[in-house]
Structures are given as structure tokens and as C-alpha cells.
């Protein structure tokens, strides 16, 4: 693998990172990666481990969550499952498996950190620890909202989600594209990469190339239209750009224009299904 770029971690700790490029599956990889990474999700500025809205860009962030709670549901029962049975992996404090719990849907959440499953439960949503907990269940639909660039054992972890899905069932992966345009234009500053937190980076192709072997494919893929706005917003609070807010808006702006005919999004939703 070569050296693609250096970051750092801007989020927590301070500390560098190198993102290096795996040619063959065209995918981007954080090293080093710490054996421990608790540490690094400890902050109030976690925002998926938090229901904050102290800053402008929480309420920002919880606004717009709201809305897409909905989205992602109906994006789900578009895809005709049939048993309603749904895991949903990196929970998180359990809004979304709330939205689908109140569309019929049968749910079970994983969250690793102990913060979220503590407000999770506060909502009357009891959040497992780890995927061990639900071995051996089938679920008709597997969520993962921004969650597969955090897993580490990439592969294994790959072949257990593939274990617990039903034949039929559709698995629903959205994760942020190291090829869209914000990502060039930020560059080490791109908020995305959020360094060690996100182990891996990836690209249409590697997430095709790395579910074939389970006799899975993709047979969709959506775009996130916010999250252009809302990466390109902390990216330029990284940068220490006073006026963030102007500067992030017409960065997204055009990062979502130049996708239309790129089909690079910000961040991408893959549905995939088994081949048949």
C-alpha cells in the first residue's frame, strides 16, 4: 500500500495519522490503528454518542437527523422486506430503531459505547453491547448508518453480517466517499476521515469488492445531499476559518453539483442484496 496522505485526529487527541491507499480494492486505510479505541470517542463533540444541542452545529446536526430518521425507514420498506425484523448496528442512542419500532418494525440495536446505550435506555431502547449477543439470530434488513469505517476487523466483521442476514434480506450501508469533491478540496483537513475513529475509507468499488465473496452485490446506490454541507462545515472549523458557515455552504454546494454528474456524493447509501 502507498501513502495517499497525513492527517490528524482534530476531533480528540491531537495525534497523526497516515491514510494509505490498498490498490486492489480501492479503498483507503487508517494506520496506525490503536488496539484501544475507547478513548478516542470520548468527547462531548461525539455528536452520534450525544443528543447535545449546545452549539449551532449540534442543533444543525440533530435538525436535520430528525428529518432523515424517516427517510432512512422508508428507504428500507422500499426495498419490500417481508418479516420487518431489523438490526441495526452502531445504534448510537437508539432515535433511529425508535422511528422503525413505531413503523411496525421488530428491532434490535448494537451499540458499543456505554454513554449512548445509557440515553438509549433513557428512551425506553435496550441497546446490546456487541454482535455476539444476537449470534445465531436472521434479520431481514441490517442497518449500518455510518458505522463500517469504525469496525475494525474489517473482514470478519464483513462475514458475520453476512451470516445474520436472511436469504432475502437487504442490507443498508451508508459511509462517507474519500472520491467526492469536498474530499479533494479539503484534503488532510476533510472531516471525514476523522482519524482513528474512521479505520477505513472507502469507494464504490471497494465496497463492491468486499461483500463479493459473500455472494452479495450492489444493487442501489443513494446519496446523502447534507452531508456535503455538514463535513465541509467542521472541515472548516478545522482549517479555523472564522466564517465557516458561508464558506461550508458553498463547498457543499458545489460538492453536490459536481456529484450530479460525478455520482461522487459526499457520503453514499449502498443496498446490497444476495446475488441470486
Known sequence: MKLFLKTKDFSVSGEAFELYRDEGLDMLVTKP???????????????????????????????????NLKDKVQLIENQYVKSKSLLDLGAGTGDFLITAQNSGFRVTGIEPNAK?????????????ESLKEVSGQKFQAIT???????????????????????????????????????????????????VPRHLWHFSKTSIAKLFAPHQMEVVKIKPMWFDAFYVSMLSEKYKGNKLYLISAFFVGLWSNFRAIFTKEHSSLIYILKRKK
Open 33 to 67: 490503528q490503536p488496539q484501544n479505541l475507547g478513548p478516542y470517542y470520548e468527547s462531548e463533540d461525539y455528536i452520534s454518542h450525544t443528543d447535545a444541542k449546545s452549539t449551532l452545529t449540534d442543533r444543525l446536526y440533530q435538525l436535520v437527523k430528525a428529518k
Open 116 to 128: 449512548a446505550r445509557k440515553l438509549a435506555e433513557q428512551k425506553g431502547v435496550h441497546l446490546q
Open 144 to 194: 449500518l448508518w455510518h458505522v463500517l469505517e469504525h469496525l475494525p476487523n474489517l473482514e470478519e466483521q464483513i462475514t458475520t453480517l453476512a451470516n445474520l442476514l436472511e436469504e432475502d434480506g437487504v442490507l443498508v450501508i451508508a459511509v462517507p466517499n474519500f472520491k467526492s469533491f469536498d474530499a479533494k478540496h479539503y484534503k488532510s483537513y476533510w472531516a471525514a476521515f476523522d
